[in-house]
Structure formats: structure tokens, C-alpha cells
């Protein structure tokens, strides 16, 4: 049901990215009206033109943005990226923008609020299975898990009917496929260990995932959940599985050596991030399902594109 006396919902985003502009996207295939606040007026102008989106060209940690907007909103989604990924980088985005919006929504509250958050916030390295009470301690969390947490805690204060926290699996979908790209480009030997879990979701049903979210009908107040496809495998499965459909031999691993993307994500320790995470309360809350059941099915069509190219 819309606010006001509108009877078309009203979506507004936080961030044009990867995640924010197929948001957008879904929802004006919904036939809802979009707001999009980004600091990146480049990655908005692919909606210039649509009269059913407002572009607004602002940095969501000043109040510049803040006349800007309707007054009313039915959905509120915070998917702002980390920026240039540095302590500072996410403290600003994360932490800053958090509080900018939530002073917003004091005199403005959306009837339901959704921040992206990540399943980096768990420390696990141990191939245990991790539910959403096993986030991070204070002592075992990284500068980037307690920013994390910390965004987490402003986001379930915002002033909402229902203040949502979606924490994502690793995304991946079409022009975001890391490991295919590499493989494609000839490698035959990655960096570090392939013996940890990768936790996936693909970014369509990420996406969906926000509208279940918001059409589930939560009980009023702040809920927390995982969001993955469910079926973790081993970086060395997925890429030995990639590299045969490219007829490829399964790439080799070098502990010795450490790229600075995997560095980020190495736990206390200097351990990879091995955990099951277990997304069964959203699937039971909200009857969300993904549509890609693994990164088999969700690369299959990557990889049919890649072959008529």
C-alpha cells in the first residue's frame, strides 16, 4: 500500500551502483515512481529522460539532498558502495551516510527501510555454519567488520515503520564475474588457497531479495537476515567448474602469494573467510527463493553470452 494519497509506490535509492541501478530498474518495471540520490551523476544518466525516476546529484553524507526529495516513501533502500575501500572510504559511506539518512527520516520517515549490507561482518574462518546471531565480536572484527556493524546498528535506528538489514552474499551476475573474467583472460594460477567457501547470491535475486523484503509484511521494528543462494562451494570448485566449460584445465593455487582483492577479505589470522552462511530465516520470513539455486545455474547464461561474443 502507497503512502499519502498516491497510489503508485515510491522507491528511493541510496547509491547507483551495481545494486542500486537493478533496483531500479526492477522497480520501474513494477511501474513505481524512483527517486535516486548518488554523488555519481554519470551512472544516473542511463535513466535520464524517464519520467517515472528524479535523479538527484548529491552526497548522501551532506543534507544537500535533503529538499530534494518526496516528501512521502514507501521504500527507502541505503546500497551506497564503500568507495576507494580504505578505513576512511567505508567510515564515510557507511557510518557518515547512515546518520545523514537517518536525520533525514526524522521528519520524513519511509514506511520501510532496506540497507545492503554484506556477510563480511562474520570473522568465521573455520568452515563453520554461521546464522545472524554469529556476527562479529568487537574483539574478533576487523576496522572493516566494526564499520559494518556499526552502519548495521544506525540502520536498524532509522525512523521506519520496519528498518530492514539484508546482509548479501558475495554478488556476482552479468559484467560482474571475477573469477570467469580471469579465467577467460588466460589465467592458469590464482593467488592463495582454493580450499574456503565462497557464499554467493546472484545480483537478480539480490534485488529481489529488497522487494520480499519489503513485501513480506514484517512485524514493525528492525529485523536482520542473510541472503544467499544457499549452496556455498570451494573457490577451487568454482573456478575448476568454470574453467571446464571454457575447456580449460582446473586452475593451480599459490598459498605463497596474495592479490590485494583477496587480501581485504582474509579474517583474523590472515585466514580466508571460510563459513557456511545460512540464509534459512529469510526464506522462512519473507518466502523469498532464489531463482539461480547455484553459480551453476546463475554463470550458465554468463557463459552463453560470452560464447556468442
Not at 191 to 205: K, Q, V, W
Request: proline share 7%; charged share 20%.
Amino acid at each position: 500500500m502507497s503512502s499519502g494519497t498516491s497510489t503508485t509506490p515510491r522507491l528511493l535509492v541510496f547509491g547507483c551502483g551495481y545494486i542500486g541501478s537493478s533496483i531500479v530498474e526492477k522497480a520501474l518495471s513494477k511501474g513505481w515512481e524512483v527517486t535516486i540520490v548518488s554523488r555519481n551523476p554519470e551512472r544516473m544518466a542511463h535513466f535520464a529522460g524517464n519520467p517515472r525516476v528524479a535523479a538527484v546529484a548529491a552526497d548522501v553524507t551532506t543534507e544537500a539532498w535533503y529538499g530534494r526529495i518526496p516528501a512521502e516513501v514507501d521504500l527507502a533502500v541505503n546500497c551506497v558502495s564503500g568507495g576507494g575501500g580504505t578505513p576512511g572510504d567505508y567510515h564515510r559511506a557507511y557510518i557518515d551516510g547512515m546518520r545523514s539518512i537517518s536525520a533525514w527520516a526524522e521528519t520524513a520517515p519511509p514506511l520501510c527501510f532496506v540497507y545492503t549490507s554484506s556477510t563480511g561482518v562474520y570473522p568465521q574462518t573455520n568452515g563453520e555454519t554461521v546464522a545472524e546471531i554469529d556476527a562479529a565480536i568487537p574483539e574478533a572484527a576487523s576496522p572493516r567488520q566494526r564499520i559494518l556493524l556499526e552502519a548495521e546498528a544506525l540502520a536498524r535506528g532509522v525512523p521506519a515503520e520496519r528498518r530492514i538489514v539484508l546482509r548479501l552474499a558475495g554478488i556476482y551476475g552479468p559484467a560482474r564475474h571475477y573469477l570467469l573474467d580471469r579465467l577467460a583472460a588466460g589465467t592458469t594460477e590464482f593467488e592463495g588457497t582454493g580450499d574456503f567457501y565462497l557464499n554467493l547470491i546472484h545480483r537478480d535475486d539480490a534485488v529481489a531479495a529488497v522487494f520480499a523484503a519489503h513485501a513480506a509484511g514484517l512485524p514493525k521494528g528492525a529485523h536482520t537476515f542473510n541472503v544467499s543462494d544457499g549452496h556455498a562451494a570451494t573457490k577451487a570448485e568454482i573456478t575448476a567448474w568454470l574453467a571446464a566449460r571454457l575447456k580449460m584445465p582446473p586452475p593451480l593455487f599459490d598459498p605463497s602469494r596474495q592479490s590485494p582483492r583477496t587480501l581485504r577479505r582474509l579474517g583474523p589470522g590472515g585466514a580466508p573467510p571460510h563459513r557456511l552462511i545460512d540464509a534459512s530465516a529469510f526464506r522462512t520470513s519473507t518466502g523469498w527463493r532464489p531463482d539461480y539455486a547455484s553459480f551453476k545455474e546463475g554463470y550458465a547464461p554468463i557463459l552463453e553470452t560470452l560464447r556468442r561474443c
